[in-house]
């Protein structure tokens, strides 16, 4: 069974800086497809960030420049670092690793950024 726990949300002013974390075992952050989306209100899911299976990042328009997605050589935790955080950045933000046979979600951490 894959765990994802994400953490690292919060309340930030407009221009600030948040960085996610999303922990799990097992090396799971190089054994698939893995990303970031997120949910705001009243709107769907989407992609934010990730990794391809063969490692290029992508960004969705709305974050290049902004967001930058990493994992550690342990590949047990991935990051998104958010800088330059706007209003409508705000939503809770999931990570997702899809290993073909499973598509795993963490519970989510809200990111609010206001002033």
């Known amino acids: 069974q894959v765990q994802l726990v994400e953490s690292g949300g919060g309340l930030v002013q407009p221009g600030g800086s948040l960085r996610l974390s999303c922990a799990s075992s097992?090396?799971?952050?190089?054994?698939?497809?893995v990303g970031w989306y997120r949910q705001a209100p009243g709107k769907q899911r989407e992609a934010v960030a990730g990794?391809?299976?063969?490692?290029?990042?992508y960004y969705a328009d709305s974050v290049k420049g902004r967001f930058t997605i990493s994992r550690d050589k342990a590949a047990n935790t991935m990051y998104l670092q958010m800088s330059s955080l706007k209003p409508e950045d705000t939503a809770v933000y999931y990570c997702?690793?899809?290993?073909?046979?499973?598509?795993?979600w963490g519970q989510g951490t809200q990111v609010t950024v206001s002033s």
């Open positions: 097992g090396s799971i952050f190089k054994k698939g497809a």
């Open positions: 997702n690793v899809d290993l073909g046979a499973g598509v795993y």
């Open positions: 990794f391809a299976i063969g490692g290029s990042a």
